[in-house]
């Protein structure tokens, strides 16, 4: 199908699967790999898009199903989009709206024409089809607009899975029909089949016929074993296109995100640096601080050495204490920090991947990470890596 896009892949490791891209999309570049910050409905809670520019993000989410409810399609339509409803002049990637069928379940009802939706705001039904999803998408005017798929938990087991994975393929080759503009939105398909090698092979294989600009890897970080999850992006990144990017759904711990990008995935996106932030939890490359402990009430230096966002060259750890959880300020402070913190984690990946000295960066995040403490290294990053020939335990 057609392409509104450009993937150029720059460097490759020479140990890892893992590559360093520029996606080339209608609002400007993109370095992979990237993490994707999630702003529901048009912004990231706790942080303006301007701000966001700010940090030099290339790219963030809008989700679909909450923007078709507020502020709604004809309001979009009016607008010209959400880029300019919401003053962001980057681009922009869209969740279909599929993920919600696992998220409000009570809510939804799934049959092979669509998701009915019992709306949380005031009840009203809202029946999300593949065309309705893409009609929406088009008048967002995302720069990559996911597919409409069959979410289930990845936790399910059984016929479900396969059914899925089917009315998945089904429902893409729906969405590529009622897609109006890919002279200038790229349509990503989404790789389904739960935990089965299997189905997710055949999920591929189908897929790629379609020829879509690019692919997801969907349906995990729904609470497996992580040992699973990494032998199904592992599966995937194998089997997809070399020459087109890749997108793990729903990652977004560092250590997650830097074993992800060994095994060969260029994009991310998850709620969890601004959702933390909200409970005064600060991502740093030595782990997590929680600013609400007393220890930092007298702690007068950044949250993180080094970081240049504007929450460390302006704020102490101590100010950030008094007034995280108690007040927005804090939540905004921290969130600024965590995004930053994700973008400047990518990057280094990045130049590290370019340098081709990635595994010697793996190892040394680690040990920083985890306090030099190989003991609490997880089991799963550690089979994980040593897949793609990087020894943590060496």
Not at 296 to 317: H, Q, V
Request: hydrophobic share 40%; with cysteine.
């Amino acid at each position: 199908m057609k392409s509104a896009l450009k993937f150029e892949t720059l460097a490759r490791c020479s140990t890892t699967k893992a590559r360093a891209s520029v996606l080339t999309l209608p609002h400007g570049p993109v370095n992979t790999p990237v993490f994707m910050p999630v702003g529901t409905q048009g912004t990231l809670k706790g942080l303006t898009p301007r701000q966001l520019e700010d940090l030099n993000c290339q790219i963030m989410l809008n989700n679909t199903y909450h923007l078709g409810l507020k502020p709604g399609q004809e309001t979009l339509d009016l607008v010209g989009g959400a880029h300019k409803f919401q003053q962001w002049n980057r681009n922009l990637l869209t969740d279909s709206g599929g993920f919600q069928m696992v998220s409000l379940l009570k809510l939804a009802k799934i049959t092979e024409e669509g998701v009915q939706f019992a709306s949380p705001h005031d009840g009203s039904l809202m029946m999300l089809t593949p065309e309705h999803s893409m009609s929406l998408q088009n008048s967002i005017g995302a720069d990559i607009m996911m597919q409409l798929d069959d979410v289930i938990s990845s936790l399910t087991t059984g016929p479900r899975v396969e059914e899925a994975m089917w009315r998945s393929i089904r429902w893409l080759d729906r969405c590529i029909a009622a897609h109006k503009n890919p002279d200038r939105q790229n349509l990503f398909a989404i790789i389904q089949g739960g935990l089965n090698k299997d189905l997710r092979k055949k999920c591929v294989e189908e897929m790629v016929k379609r020829d879509t600009p690019g692919y997801a890897v969907g349906g995990l970080s729904g609470g497996e074993e992580k040992d699973v999850f990494w032998q199904i992006v592992t599966l995937c990144t194998d089997l997809l296109p070399k020459t087109k990017p890749i997108y793990c759904m729903g990652v977004g711990y560092a250590e997650d995100l830097v074993v992800c990008v060994a095994l060969g995935v260029d994009m991310f996106d998850c709620v969890f640096p601004t959702r933390t932030a909200r409970f005064g939890n600060a991502l740093t490359m030595k782990g997590t601080l929680s600013l609400k402990s007393g220890k930092f009430a007298n702690d007068f230096g950044p949250i993180e050495e080094g970081c240049d966002c504007s929450t460390c060259k302006d704020y102490t750890r101590s100010y950030v204490h008094l007034v995280t959880t108690r007040d927005t300020v804090g939540c905004h402070l921290v969130s600024i920090h965590n995004v930053a913190f994700q973008l400047r984690l990518m990057r280094e990946m990045r130049e590290a991947i370019i340098a081709d000295n990635f595994p010697a960066w793996i190892i040394q995040f680690f040990d920083g990470y985890f306090g030099g403490d190989k003991s609490r290294y997880p089991t799963w990053a550690v089979n994980a890596l040593k897949s793609v020939n990087v020894d943590l335990m060496a």
